[in-house]
């Protein structure tokens, strides 16, 4: 029974996942588009990490989304590519989305995407 349950759940993420459910992207119309992946970025900014390391985790996504490798995995994915966000995080009641929901498709959407990235300064100083 117990088996049963774990295939047909696999069998329906399966599904959820590779029909591109619509989400939110970020647009001036803010209209709903198929993708096929959504994707959070988490950065720590929790007190155990100096503020080198954490411009190391920004700098390190911004770079990725530059890299002609991740590029081509991106434009793999088909004409609407995916929504991708940025979630800094310190405590359990320190969360903040600092960049958000963005459509990723291609070269140019990545590179723009990369540029918000590295906008992104730590939102948290005081921790839990």
């Known amino acids: 029974m117990c088996r049963t349950f774990l295939v047909g759940f696999a069998l329906l993420l399966t599904c959820a996942v590779t029909r591109g459910d619509a ?3 970020e647009s001036a119309d803010l209209q709903l588009v ?5 994707l959070v970025l988490a950065v720590d900014t929790s007190s155990s990490i100096q503020g080198d390391e954490f411009e190391l985790q920004v700098r390190g996504y911004a770079e990725a ?4 490798a ?8 088909g004409n609407n590519g995916m929504v991708v966000t940025l979630v ?10 600092t960049v958000g ?4 498709y291609d070269g ?10 590295r906008q992104n300064f730590r939102r948290f100083q005081a921790f839990g």
């Not at 989304?65 to 002609?68: A, E, I, Q, S």
């Not at 140019?108 to 995407?113: H, I, P, T």
């Open 65 to 68: 989304f530059r890299d002609p």
């Open 108 to 117: 140019a959407s990545a590179e723009r995407f990369s540029d918000l990235l």
């Open 70 to 77: 991740v590029i081509a995995a991106i434009e793999r994915l």
């Open 101 to 104: 929901w963005t459509r990723v």
């Open 88 to 97: 800094q995080w310190s405590a359990s009641f320190q969360q903040l989305q």
């Open 23 to 25: 989400v939110h992207a």
């Open 34 to 38: 198929p993708v096929a992946l959504e």
